[in-house]
């Protein structure tokens, strides 16, 4: 019935993590990672708990990038931001940047997965003393669900890394399926790339129910 309470306590008492305020304490970089605007996710509601637990461990908005995770999409508009964010978080000082797939100098390899696939991912988020992600759980139509490892990949891939992901051989296999994440080669990818690129010391995701 309280959606901010809720998520105030995910973040004082999460599964698996420290508290965020103990994970941001003395951070310098923080990189936030969000989703694109083709992706209902309530930012509006889920962000201002997260910075709240940020400033509250010493962590001010000259520190912290929010990235969003574009995958192959355009990058995200004035208007955009404001639609998902609001004018408050907007106009904070928050350093706001879309990832761009397509610009290969903003990628560094982080290795090979078990199937050949070069790992190209935003120098941003590898480069951060502190990386969150706060992502929609959803069933996916080939990884099983989408949100958490996916805004890694393909969400802050390059092109070409994107492109293997979303290649025959992977997407076309009987178990890269909706709802299916055992032995599901595209979810196993997503989780490579994932551990490679360092993982998220933080991850807040959630699910909507008819309201949104």
């Given at each position: 019935?309280?959606?901010?309470?809720?998520t105030?306590?995910?973040?004082?008492q999460?599964?698996?993590a420290?508290?965020?305020r103990?994970?941001?304490?003395?951070?310098?970089?923080v990189?936030l990672?969000?989703?694109?605007n083709?992706?209902?996710?309530?930012?509006?509601?889920?962000?201002?708990?997260?910075?709240?637990?940020?400033?509250?461990?010493g962590?001010?908005?000259e520190?912290?990038l929010?990235?969003?995770a574009?995958?192959?999409h355009?990058?995200?508009?004035?208007?955009?931001l404001?639609?998902?964010?609001?004018?408050?978080?907007?106009?904070?000082?928050y350093?706001i940047?879309?990832?761009?797939?397509r610009?290969?100098e903003?990628?560094?390899?982080?290795?090979?997965?078990?199937r050949?696939t070069?790992?190209?991912?935003d120098?941003?988020?590898?480069e951060?003393?502190?990386r969150?992600?706060v992502?929609?759980?959803?069933?996916?139509?080939?990884?099983?669900?989408?949100?958490?490892?996916?805004?890694?990949l393909p969400g802050?891939?390059?092109?070409?890394?994107i492109?293997?992901?979303?290649s025959?051989?992977?997407?076309?296999q009987?178990?890269?399926a909706?709802?299916?994440?055992h032995?599901?080669p595209?979810?196993q990818?997503?989780?490579?790339?994932?551990?490679l690129?360092?993982g998220a010391?933080?991850?807040?995701?959630?699910t909507?129910?008819?309201?949104?």
């Amino acid at each position: 019935p309280d959606v901010t309470a809720a998520t105030r306590h995910a973040l004082r008492q999460p599964l698996g993590a420290k508290p965020l305020r103990e994970l941001a304490a003395g951070r310098g970089k923080v990189c936030l990672v969000l989703p694109d605007n083709t992706r209902p996710l309530p930012c509006k509601t889920l962000l201002p708990p997260i910075l709240e637990e940020l400033a509250r461990a010493g962590v001010g908005p000259e520190r912290i990038l929010l990235l969003i995770a574009t995958g192959l999409h355009r990058v995200a508009t004035e208007a955009d931001l404001l639609e998902m964010l609001g004018p408050e978080i907007v106009s904070t000082g928050y350093r706001i940047e879309s990832h761009q797939a397509r610009d290969t100098e903003s990628h560094a390899c982080v290795g090979r997965s078990r199937r050949g696939t070069s790992l190209w991912i935003d120098h941003r988020y590898l480069e951060a003393d502190l990386r969150l992600l706060v992502s929609l759980i959803e069933p996916h139509l080939f990884a099983g669900y989408s949100g958490g490892r996916k805004m890694i990949l393909p969400g802050l891939a390059s092109e070409e890394t994107i492109c293997h992901f979303h290649s025959p051989e992977l997407i076309e296999q009987s178990k890269s399926a909706m709802g299916l994440v055992h032995d599901n080669p595209t979810d196993q990818e997503a989780w490579e790339a994932y551990h490679l690129a360092g993982g998220a010391a933080f991850s807040l995701a959630c699910t909507l129910d008819e309201e949104r």
